[in-house]
């Protein structure tokens, strides 16, 4: 703007010729010296308005920036000032930037007491990209069905074809209350930030996001619906080890991390240690990260300290508690001593150097009194030692015992005088024993010789020699027995004698026995060998240790009890098998083939024979009876005992996997096609007997053998199903395959 050889009066508004080209005069009418507004000198297109001061200036610059103070803005909007501010119309609220170039939120007004003075960070989710054809069609710019047509519904190409004005307004608009879902933020939004970055940083160039951000304080939605937004409060400082120990730009790696965070749901965070220098203030509990069980809780005058969920230290106003009665134990460790206190929990016990107390106070080690000791019971010691030599005094109401084996020695030095009775259980020796009158009313009299005189017994009295023995001669003993004037009865005891023999010749019996037990050892003829000429027949059963032998024997029946007998045992199955399964199945039972009639090659699985969790057989297994083939075996007669002998082998990868092998046996009597529809028909079959192995390295069970012996308390019925089983004892990742094995099967007939 430039004006040739006048000037406008800003009073009047005439223009005034002059000398002075390009400026309008501020000064003429009422007003002087007021201000001018002119061109650059140094650049025509560039304009500036000042007042009495030039640093009340205003400038326009032809390269669209803008000084206030400064005719060389730096920024789009640069202003020069000691302070500035902004504030609102009547009101005494703003923002001052003081002389310290500080930012101040200032509010003077009374009716803002509630809040005071505010800094707001605003955000919502606005701008091109919540742009909607609903929205444009909602500010009547353009109906939904000419975004369909035109822009194949895209809302943003749409908007992109208006001018830029009208953009900015839609945009501004899309922030009203009334198109605000569209805004609404979303979980993770950052609401604001407060940052502090610093003009040092990376030497490859500052990054105020990395190298340059030293700390920062954020709001981050954590939820946001149509009826308000939650958000976390992070605070973020950038990590001091990181720096300390770099040698070359960090970039993204020294960007902030969060120290603390003010959780929406009120479950705050704290990363790294807390050095508190004043009173911390707990309201309940501090709890473990992670463990609830273990925690430090306050009461009323009263805390405790809880772990797994027991509390193990209880400290009142007046008292402090270990344990809460459970099995707390409590150890105390010294210099040399793991145990110097140990309180078992489980027992009730203390123990002193020891872990292990065997009574309520164990004590290994010496233990010193310095005052008195009661002992209320017994007081057990290898040896008491006292300082007191001149005088021993015991008192007690009942009796005392001194020494702990009848070998002790008790010395007195002087007499001993008792008011009342002295008794012993041993002996009395004495060097010189005189005894003018000797009641003796009991005890024992040992090793006493009476040589001058004779022992009398009144009539009415007895000599009793019950708990000892009575020494007689042998020409005594046989004036007893041969002075017994009538039958001798000696009651429930035993008469025994290398021979007995009667004198009665004939007539009567010489040995008569009232009882009716079989007497075993009683022989009429002992021999090396015993021969009959006569018929022998015994109505009751005959035994013998040895070898019975006749020239022409025959027995209805003879009970063999030892299995050594040729003939009590019956071969039932021998074979070699091959299980024909790619791995073995858990938990089934393989008991025999249904694949083209090859007994030998068992490929069909019988499920739940083996609960491998718990390693135990299962007591009721379901065999569907079409796919019999060569599971069952049928006891040929009624039998005792049954023995299999196996051997097995897996050709796959189960070195060291578990299998077990097992005797079921089905009901007696049925036989294949016996009743109407038995091809369909399920035998429920039980369980006898099994054991668990595992194969050892090259796939050999250790051992090699596996073997089962069975006896039944009662005998087997003849044609009972007998099932033999053998399968993997894991639960998963079975490496066992394609197994070979040998059965021997043996029953021993009842």
């Known amino acids: 703007m430039g004006f040739q050889g006048n000037k406008i009066d800003l009073i009047s508004g005439s223009s005034i010729v002059e000398d002075t080209p390009g400026f309008i005069d501020l000064t003429h009418g009422q007003v002087t010296n007021i201000g001018t507004f ?70 003077s ?17 606005g701008g091109s990209g919540a742009i909607t054809k609903e929205f ?87 939820l946001a619906n149509q009826f308000g937004t939650s958000a976390d409060l992070l605070f973020k400082v950038a990590g001091k080890a990181a720096l300390e120990g770099a040698s070359s730009d960090l970039g993204a790696a020294a960007a902030t991390q969060t120290a603390l965070r003010l959780d929406g749901s009120f479950a705050h965070e704290l990363t790294g240690s ?118 021993s005094v015991i008192y007690s109401s009942g009796s005392n015992i001194f020494g702990d084996a009848t070998a002790d020695t008790h010395t007195f030095n002087g007499h001993i005088t008792a008011s009342g009775n002295i008794s012993s259980s041993g002996t009395i020796t004495a060097a010189a024993a005189v005894l003018t009158t000797a009641d003796i009313n009991g005890g024992t009299i040992d090793g006493a010789t009476i040589a001058t005189s004779n022992i009398t017994v009144g009539a009415d009295k007895t000599l009793e020699v019950r708990n000892g023995t009575l020494n007689t001669s042998a020409a005594q003993n046989l004036t007893i ?48 060998t015993a021969s009959f000429t006569t018929n022998f027949t015994a109505s009751g059963d005959i035994s013998s240790s040895g070898i019975i032998t006749g020239q022409s024997a025959s ?26 399964d790619n791995p073995l199945l858990v938990d089934n039972g393989y008991f025999g083939s249904s694949l083209a009639n090859t007994p030998s090659n068992w490929n069909d699985p019988t499920p739940a024979a083996f609960d491998s969790s718990a390693g135990t057989f299962e007591q009721q297994v379901d065999i569907t009876e079409d796919e019999h083939g060569s599971k069952i075996f049928h006891a040929p007669f009624a039998i005792s005992r049954i023995e299999v002998l196996s051997s097995w082998r897996t050709a796959g990868t189960g070195d060291n996997e ?47 053998n596996n073997d089962l012996d069975f006896t039944f308390s009662t005998p087997l019925p003849a044609f009972t199903q007998i099932y033999y089983g053998m399968g993997t004892g894991e639960t998963s990742s079975v490496g066992t395959k394609n197994i070979r094995g040998y059965i021997t099967m043996m029953v021993y007939e009842a």
């Open 38 to 107: 002119e061109q650059d000198p140094l650049d025509p297109f560039s304009v500036q308005m000042s007042g009495s001061s030039p640093s009340a200036s205003f400038y326009m610059s032809s390269s669209g920036k803008t000084g206030i103070g400064t005719t060389d803005p730096l920024t789009d909007v640069d202003v020069r000032a000691d302070n500035f501010q902004i504030q609102k119309q009547g009101k005494r609220q703003g923002i001052l930037v003081n002389e310290e170039g500080n930012l101040e939120s200032f509010n």
């Open 109 to 125: 007004e009374t009716d803002s007491a509630a809040t005071g003075s505010e800094f707001i960070l605003k955000y919502s989710r």
């Open 136 to 222: 444009l069609e909602a500010v009547g710019v353009m109906s939904a069905a000419e975004v369909d047509g035109e822009y194949g519904g895209n809302a943003l190409t749409a908007f992109n074809t208006f001018d830029p004005k009208t953009r900015d307004k839609l945009l501004f608009e899309l922030e009203s209350p009334a198109f605000a879902k569209l805004s609404e933020s979303s979980v993770g939004d950052v609401l604001g930030s407060i940052r502090w970055v610093a003009t040092s940083g990376s030497s490859t160039g500052l990054n105020s996001r990395t190298a340059g951000e030293a700390a920062t304080i954020q709001a981050v939605v954590n």
């Open 274 to 391: 807390l050095a508190i220098t004043n009173t911390l203030s707990i309201p309940s509990t501090i709890t473990h990260l992670g463990d609830p069980d273990t925690n430090i809780g306050f009461t009323t005058n009263n805390f405790y300290v809880k772990a797994g969920n027991e509390i193990n230290l209880n400290v009142g106003q007046s008292q402090v508690t270990i344990g809460d009665g459970g099995n707390v134990d409590l150890q105390v460790k010294a210099l040399g001593d793991q145990y110097n206190l140990f309180s078992d929990g489980g027992n009730a016990r203390v123990g002193i150097g020891t872990n292990s107390p065997s009574h309520k106070l164990d004590v290994h080690g010496n233990a010193r009194i310095t005052g008195s000791l009661t002992v209320n019971g017994s007081l057990t010691a290898t040896q008491i030692t006292s300082s007191i030599v001149s005088s």
């Open 481 to 528: 027995i041969q002075s017994a004037a009538s039958n001798i009865d000696i009651g429930a005891y035993e008469l025994r004698a290398q021979t007995l023999e009667s004198d009665v010749a004939t007539g009567t019996a010489p040995l008569t026995i009232a009882s009716t037990t079989e007497v075993a050892n009683l022989h009429s003829q002992t021999a090396t």
């Open 555 to 580: 027995f209805a029946k003879v009970e063999i009890t030892d299995p050594n007998i040729i003939g009590q045992r019956h071969l039932l199955f021998n074979s070699g098998i091959y299980i024909n």
């Open 658 to 704: 578990a299998f077990w092998c097992g005797i079921w046996t089905g009901s007696a009597g049925i036989r294949l096609g016996a009743s109407s529809g038995a091809h369909n028909t399920i035998k429920n079959i039980g369980f006898v007997t099994g054991s668990k192995h595992t194969f050892d390295n090259g796939g050999d069970w250790e051992g090699h």
